[in-house]
């Protein structure tokens, strides 16, 4: 992508969806390949090993091919998988191949600790968009938001085990609605992340463009008197250090 400007400030728009490579945007739910290449391109250099426990249709690895980075890509869902494997086949010379196969987020079996450079990833929000009808373990068919938090954390563990310290994992997640009021899942998401050793480097507010059930709910925001929820966060947890000193992390102190 020759035009490429890499994002500067913590408000990221992308209007237009990149479409380079095979990127495309047919798996419901798939991030912009803008966002996973502006945190790529940040925090990993070439020949990293870069973790997407979460690949979906494979936006990371993707990027990560194209930017000369050793991928690993899982999903729970073996239907994601094909779609990840499908969408690497693309014409061009590239140093590294991506390894891609099934697995589960809450027990990464295979990677060593502290073996992982740079980890981002794309969870589902609840059951708003359901990857599966009866997969075991898949997450995008919880309802309950603290079930959710639960079985996400386990995630989060095997996350903070595999990474190396002083490195970055990067997470872009949404919050939803439930009787017409607003339900901070981001939020709740980051407070696990920060109860088990994360420190927030960043968070990103990612605009929403293009959403297609966004007709349906105009006309269901003037109904029922709510704002249509038309952004993200792209959080940034570190890894800290075995010795480093976190009293200067005052949350810190709240989830130890």
């Known amino acids: 992508m020759d035009n490429f400007i890499p ?6 728009s992308f209007p237009e969806r990149g ?3 095979t990127h495309n945007p047919k798996y419901r739910g798939n991030f912009a390949p803008q966002i996973a290449r502006n945190a790529i391109l940040r925090y990993s250099k070439e020949g990293d090993i870069v973790l997407d426990p979460m690949v979906g249709s494979g936006t990371t ?7 000369n980075r050793k991928g690993i890509g899982l999903d729970i869902n073996k239907g994601a998988v094909n779609i990840t494997l499908q969408n690497l086949k693309f014409e061009g010379e590239y140093k590294y191949t991506q390894k891609v196969s099934t697995g589960d987020v809450r027990k990464l079996k295979g990677i ?6 740079f980890i981002v990833t794309h969870p589902p929000y609840l059951n708003i968009i359901k990857y599966s009808n009866e997969t075991e373990g898949d997450l995008s068919l919880i309802s309950s938001v603290s079930k959710f938090c639960d079985e996400f954390e386990k995630g989060i563990k095997e ?13 872009l997640i949404g919050d939803t609605r439930k009787n017409c009021h607003y339900i901070p899942l981001a939020y709740f998401v980051m407070q696990r992340f920060l109860k088990n050793g994360f420190i ?15 007709p349906y709910w105009r006309s269901q925001a003037e109904k029922y008197n709510i704002y249509l929820i038309m952004h993200e966060h792209f959080f940034v947890f570190r890894k800290p250090a075995q010795n480093e000193e976190l009293s200067k992390f005052k949350y810190s102190r709240i989830f130890s």
Do not use: G
Request: proline content about 0%.
């Open 7 to 12: 994002e500067i400030t913590t408000v990221w």
């Open 200 to 214: 927030l480097k960043e968070d990103i507010i990612k605009t929403q463009h293009n959403c297609s059930s966004t």
């Open 19 to 21: 479409s380079w490579a």
């Open 61 to 67: 690895l993707i990027e990560t091919r194209l930017l």
């Open 112 to 117: 060593k600790d502290n073996f992982v450079d």
């Open 159 to 171: 996350l903070y085990r595999v990474l190396k310290e002083n490195k970055f994992c990067a997470i």
